[in-house]
């Protein structure tokens, strides 16, 4: 009987650990956040699961260089517990629906030392659309970047366009931030 209740309880704590240790932000490659608003309220929302599924830097060179990324939508969270199950609904993202957004980053352009703007080809909402990235690299080894950029979410059918009329509808525009560790 001891044998068992004490196996029952490992197994127990092995498992909610892997649970910890997978929702751990420090496991993700970075922080993936986005912020809109509205007359009332000023959403900080951010991606708690996402990865990193492709780098392809031909020697080296960013110019020439794609970035993917996998976006778990479900994963979204904001600090009103409200607001983040909201947007998990058909309002909004319709995580059931659409359980994965992807980002490929191509075309940089140099913008200055270390700095670049580059294009996101993005799907989202079962949509595709473009939006320019400005992103720098904060370190080389491992190579870590930082970047924005401003989405238009209406143009991937996420949420009913702006009205002006209604106090609690969001802005178009939401602003994106991305800082990545994209190699080891």
């Not at 197994?11 to 420090?26: K, N, S």
């Not at 599924?53 to 996998?70: N, Q, S």
């Not at 700095?115 to 720098?136: Q, R, S, W």
Request: aromatic share 8%; charged share 25%; net charge positive.
């Amino acid at each position: 009987m001891k044998r068992s209740f004490l196996a029952l309880v490992s197994a127990l704590l092995f498992a909610t650990t892997l649970r910890l240790l997978a929702a751990d932000p420090a496991a993700l490659p970075g922080e993936l956040t986005f912020t809109a608003h509205n007359a009332v309220y000023n959403a900080e929302a951010r991606f708690a699961s996402w990865r990193v599924a492709k780098v392809d830097l031909p020697d080296g060179d960013i110019t020439k260089g794609t970035v993917v990324l996998e976006v778990d939508i479900a994963s979204v969270t904001e600090k009103s517990d409200k607001l983040s199950a909201h947007l998990k609904t058909p309002d909004f993202f319709d995580a059931a629906k659409f359980t994965k957004a992807t980002v490929t980053i191509s075309g940089a352009k140099p913008a200055g030392e270390k700095k670049y703007n580059a294009t996101a080809t993005i799907d989202l909402h079962g949509m595709k659309g473009t939006c320019p990235v400005a992103f720098e690299v904060v370190s080389s080894k491992p190579l870590t970047i930082k970047g924005t950029a401003t989405l238009d979410r209406t143009a991937f059918g996420v949420g009913q366009p702006y009205d002006a009329k209604d106090k609690y509808s969001p802005l178009n525009e939401v602003a994106i931030s991305l800082n990545a560790k994209l190699t080891e």
